[in-house]
Every structure is written in structure tokens, then in C-alpha cells.
T-cell receptor
Framework: DTGVSQNPRHKITKRGQNVTFRCDPISEHNRLYWYRQTLGQGPEFLTY????????KSRLLSDRFSAERPKGSFSTLEIQRTEQGDSAMYLCASSAQTGKTNYGYTFGSGTRLTVV | GEDVEQSLFLSVREGDSSVINCTYT??????LYWYKQEPGAGLQLLTY?????DMKQDQRLTVLLNKKDKHLSLRIADTQTGDSAIYFC???????????FGSGTRLSIRP
């Protein structure tokens, strides 16, 4: 297992277009998280899944954002009608069910979105 | 509410100790973390501490927790150039719940 994989690494899109990002978590991890990070800031929580169930969504996640994890494995994050303010690094992370030594997340390298 | 505060920058001389400080507001935080982010890389978990602990040491890293003041610190002994990065303090209620991050402290090392 090579860790958490995110695709694409970079995406440039025109304002108003839709974009979709993919995250492949570590295979035995049942929890998957999406965060957004802008320059000079820490990651901001967007949403998380336990298996295929979306358990929590941040108020940052407007109606233009939707995330899915249909089979409890990979996840997609779609942004519709992108705006310049959506430009950020989108980070995915995964974690296992609570265990004796499993704390914190494993993060992917992120997808950098630039809306022009 | 949930909030994690850190100073933005720290500059230390190579070989000295670095101390990065953090305060948090959520008294129900059970897990406190330090993450490291190097340029162009993802976040890497450095260490964590449970809220019922005062201190945790792991090689060059020492974490101190003052739960009463909601203050967390990370000490890096014998700071090296490879320690240059942004360090994020973070907290969560449980090991599986969302993690709330601070804005990060950029550590720079001078010769």
C-alpha cells in the first residue's frame, strides 16, 4: 500500500466549470476525510465518511460541493460552478477504526485547484 | 467553540532547541497532535498526546501539555536544517472525530 493517493495533483479550471477530485485511502482504513487548505492557513475540515456513510459536513461545504464514497473505498469531491474563492489545496486523509496505536490521520499530497 | 492558536513564525539557530507553542479552546479535546508540513508535501503526523498526560518524549521531540491553561508545546532538541517546515498544532475529541488544526508555525533554521 502506497498511502493515501489523490488525483489529479493539479487542476486549473475556468470560473463556472465543474471539477471532480478523487481520493484513494489506505485500503484497510474505513474513515475518510476531506480538508481544504489555503495559503498561510491550516487545513479546514470539510466532511468525513465512515465506510460509505457521510457522517459530518462542515458549514464550509456549500451546496456547490458534494462528496461521495459509494462503496466505502475511494471518494470523490465535486465542486460545481467553481468560483475564484474555491482556489485552494484539497486534502484527503484516512484513518482506521479506533485501535490501540492508530491515532491521527494519514494525509495524501493533495489536489491543488486554481480557478481562473 | 473550537479554536487552535499558534504564532506564525519561529527562527532558531542550528543546534539550538526550538519551542513551538499552541493554545486551544475546546476543553473536551481528548487528543492533541503535532503535524509537520514540508514544502510541496502532505501533512505528516509527528506525535500526539492524550489529555490525561502532561508530557510525552519521542527522541528529539518533547510535548508538554498544560490542560488547565489549554496550552500545548513542542520542543525540538538539537534543531537541524531538515526540521525547517510548518508545524501544525491540532486537537480532536476522539481518535476518529474530525481534527481541528491551527494556522501553523513556520520554523526556519539559521546557520
Amino acid at each position: 500500500d502506497t498511502g493515501v493517493s489523490q488525483n489529479p495533483r493539479h487542476k486549473i479550471t475556468k470560473r463556472g466549470q465543474n471539477v471532480t477530485f478523487r481520493c484513494d485511502p489506505i485500503s484497510e482504513h474505513n474513515r475518510l476525510y476531506w480538508y481544504r487548505q489555503t495559503l498561510g492557513q491550516g487545513p479546514e475540515f470539510l466532511t468525513y465518511f465512515q465506510n460509505e456513510a457521510q457522517l459530518e459536513k462542515s458549514r464550509l461545504l456549500s451546496d456547490r460541493f458534494s462528496a461521495e464514497r459509494p462503496k466505502g473505498s475511494f471518494s470523490t469531491l465535486e465542486i460545481q460552478r467553481t468560483e475564484q474563492g474555491d482556489s485552494a489545496m484539497y486534502l484527503c486523509a484516512s484513518s482506521a477504526q479506533t485501535g490501540k496505536t492508530n491515532y491521527g490521520y494519514t494525509f495524501g499530497s493533495g489536489t491543488r485547484l486554481t480557478v481562473v | 467553540g473550537e479554536d487552535v492558536e499558534q504564532s506564525l513564525f519561529l527562527s532558531v539557530r542550528e543546534g539550538d532547541s526550538s519551542v513551538i507553542n499552541c493554545t486551544y479552546t475546546d476543553s473536551s479535546s481528548t487528543y492533541l497532535y503535532w503535524y509537520k508540513q514540508e514544502p510541496g508535501a502532505g501533512l505528516q503526523l509527528l506525535t500526539y498526546i492524550f489529555s490525561n498526560m502532561d508530557m510525552k518524549q519521542d527522541q528529539r521531540l518533547t510535548v508538554l501539555l498544560n490542560k488547565k491553561d489549554k496550552h500545548l508545546s513542542l520542543r525540538i532538541a538539537d534543531t537541524q536544517t531538515g526540521d525547517s517546515a510548518i508545524y501544525f498544532c491540532a486537537e480532536s475529541y476522539s481518535s476518529a472525530s474530525k481534527i481541528i488544526f491551527g494556522s501553523g508555525t513556520r520554523l526556519s533554521i539559521r546557520p
